[in-house]
């Protein structure tokens, strides 16, 4: 089955305390996204990948970290969260990047909460 | 500023009426997307425009995109409980691969 699935789901953690949210995509798909909703902001994005090693900052890119080793894998790091970084989270890949048909796929969703 | 707006921001409207969803936006825009969130799920794709004039249509939805007005449209026909969800906008910015979402529009259609 095409998906995109992340991991944890849910997750409780304290100021400063390093995470990782993980993203995985088996459709082949160039390009990967995150995204945090927050209540009346809609969805916001923090970084973006074109493709493996090539990635670059979206709208709210402070406090979080990204990498991409492998195409299918698209993991965000928090190194020291702070409870701003309060939010639900989503992943998201499409093929191609903003060119061509491009729905973009996206994930369950992990809702984080920092105390 | 690259902005996308959308209103309204909640609708609460009755099972078999007409209604539509505005989004606007600020500068050029490379392509324009719609998509649905059902409450406490991911999002659904349910459009992509890619360019002016353009307009697709699925059951009760139908969107449309005017580039010179700098806005869409999602279009509503005879409303059912089950289209009761909140639907985004967003677009891609022109020479980037940057995703601009509007804040949503929550919609209850009642029975």
């Known amino acids: 089955e095409a998906q995109v699935t992340q991991n944890p789901r849910y997750l409780i953690t304290v100021t400063g305390k390093k995470l990782t949210v993980t993203c995985s995509q088996n459709m082949n798909h160039e390009y990967m996204s995150w995204y945090r909703q927050d209540p009346g902001l809609g969805l916001r994005q923090i970084y973006y990948?074109?493709?493996?090693?090539?990635?670059d900052k979206g709208d709210v890119p402070e406090g979080y970290k990204v990498s991409r080793k492998e195409k299918r894998n698209f993991p965000l790091i928090l190194e020291s969260p702070s409870p701003n970084q309060t939010s639900l989270y989503f992943c998201a890949s499409s093929f191609g990047g903003g060119r061509g048909y491009n729905e973009q796929f996206f994930g369950p969703g992990t809702r984080l909460t920092v105390l | 500023e690259l902005k996308v707006e959308q209103n309204p921001l909640f609708l609460s409207m009755q099972e078999g009426k007409n209604y539509t969803i505005y989004c606007n936006y600020s500068?050029?825009?490379?392509?324009l997307y719609w998509y649905r969130q059902d409450p406490g799920k991911s999002l659904e794709s349910l459009f992509v425009l890619l360019s002016n004039g353009a307009v697709k249509q699925e059951g009760r939805l139908m969107a449309s995109l005017d580039t010179k007005a700098r806005l869409s449209t999602l279009h509503i026909t005879a409303a059912v409980h089950d289209l009761s969800a909140t639907y985004f906008c967003?677009?891609?910015?022109?020479?980037?691969?940057?995703?601009?979402f509007g804040t949503g529009t929550r919609l209850k259609v009642l029975a």
């Open positions: 990948s074109m493709n493996v090693e090539v990635t």
């Open positions: 967003a677009r891609t910015t022109s020479g980037t691969y940057k995703y601009i």
């Open positions: 500068t050029t825009s490379d392509r």
